[in-house]
């Protein structure tokens, strides 16, 4: 059964690069079946889509946030990361990765199957 | 964007209830929905796809329908392990967005 895995620091300090990693298990990354995508859900509150990656490097943001975000992918490790610059308190929350299923409507657009169990990022000095 | 406009925003009912969530799309969104739930402490948990497809092991007593900007959630006797939130997003295009959430309680 699939499993994803966030990694990464807990606490970041303003105006940092808040950095995170999400390792693929018992699934290959490598699939034109899935995306691999970042949600966050700030405390208390809703979930915001951050962007996903295909294997292929292909990238799609949420324009919100595109100005500051970098998704990547390494295939050979099987995970995909995800990077947010210039952070402020704003940006603390949980963030999520999760597989989406690749419906072949939306160029960049699944919905998520499989989650990891969330990664809590506090942006604070 | 596709604002995705979701009600009520909580509810309380009690145990063999009929619960029903709505979600509305600002745009048509065709059958390009889902809808997950969310348990305290616990990531996101796909429970139905394209508006109305149950995912496999997902109990029957949950279902989806609509079409275009009107969708429907019910679930359809009410059990003490389905308090949680629950959430649609639409995946017809991009951003993708998510509703405000139903966090469903027991009265």
């Known amino acids: 059964q699939l499993q994803l895995q966030e990694s990464g620091p807990g606490l970041v300090k303003p105006s940092d690069t808040l950095s995170l990693t999400c390792t693929v298990s018992?699934?290959?990354?490598?699939?034109?079946?899935?995306?691999w995508g970042w949600i966050r859900q700030p405390p208390g509150k809703g979930l915001e889509w951050i962007g996903n990656i295909f294997y292929t490097g292909n990238t799609y943001y949420n324009p919100s946030l595109k100005s500051r975000v970098t998704i990547s992918v390494d295939t050979s490790k099987n995970h995909f990361s995800l990077k947010l610059r210039s952070v402020t308190a704003a940006d603390t929350a949980i963030y999520y990765c999760?597989?989406?299923?690749?419906?072949?409507?939306?160029?960049?657009?699944?919905?998520?199957?499989?989650w990891g169990q969330g990664s809590l990022v506090t942006v604070s000095s | 964007d596709t604002q995705m406009t979701q009600s009520p925003s909580s509810l309380s009912a009690s145990v063999g209830d009929r619960v029903t969530i709505t979600c509305q799309a600002s745009h048509d969104i065709s059958h390009y929905l889902s809808w997950y739930q969310q348990k305290p402490g616990k990531a996101p948990k796909l429970l139905i796809s394209?508006?109305?497809s149950l995912e496999t092991g997902v109990p029957s007593r949950f279902s989806g329908s609509g079409a275009g900007t009107d969708f429907t959630f019910t679930i359809s006797g009410l059990q003490p392990e389905d308090i949680a939130t629950y959430y649609c997003q639409q995946y017809d295009n991009l951003p993708l967005t998510f509703g405000g959430g139903t966090k469903v309680e027991i009265k």
């Open positions: 394209t508006a109305s």
């Open positions: 999760a597989r989406g299923f690749n419906t072949g409507w939306s160029l960049g657009a699944p919905y998520f199957d499989s």
């Open positions: 018992r699934d290959s990354i490598s699939s034109d079946r899935f995306y």
